[in-house]
């Protein structure tokens, strides 16, 4: 069985691959993923999209169902299972229209002579978007939409991912510490708590 992989230049790609002789590797030239990617010929924002209308009507859903707030359904209700399942929903909800139309961008000869008329949604995705945040009381129109979409449109990197993750340690103590009321009041110094969270700190950077 043969195979053939096609990468960007990408850092974090695991080197010595061709040492698998069933697979053939094949580098894309630096500066042509925007280009070359299927993924980047408006299928990934239209996901974004779709993934965004997913959270909203889920966070409709919560607000109209139970009794939690939204802020109580984000800190203790959403996970990465949900998360999961949200992503998975939205790709599926990618039209064939946009498959259809990136590929042809790429590779018209892949693409079959025909129409899609009827695969797109009936209401544009921005236009659900906009509906569910109105029906939660948010102040939100088509344009917020496409700039928080556009927002993320860069990938981070390995420095910024790793301050995020320490930012995120820090916070996740800080509530603890804080917000915890302890059994014995006074059983703990502030200068105790910040030596503690000092060591932690050092700790989390060296793992």
Known sequence: MQALLVLDNAPAHPPNLEEFKFIKVLYLPPNTTPILQ???????????????????????????????TLREYWKNHFN???????????????TTRTLTSAWKKLWPESVAERTFEGFEPEMPVEEEIVSLGKSMGLVIDERDVNELVEEHS???TTEELQELQSQQ??????????????????????SEIKENLGMWERVSQFV
């Open 154 to 156: 860069q990938e981070l």
């Open 169 to 190: 340690h820090s916070g996740v103590l800080q509530e603890i510490v804080f917000e915890e009321e302890p059994e014995v009041e006074d059983t703990i110094s502030t």
């Open 38 to 68: 299927s993924m980047d010929q408006q299928m990934i924002s239209d996901f974004k999209k779709l993934c965004t209308k997913h959270l909203f009507r889920r966070c409709f859903e919560v607000t109209e169902n139970t009794n939690l």
């Open 80 to 94: 990465i299972v949900v998360c999961l399942r949200m992503i998975d929903r939205a790709w599926l909800s990618v």
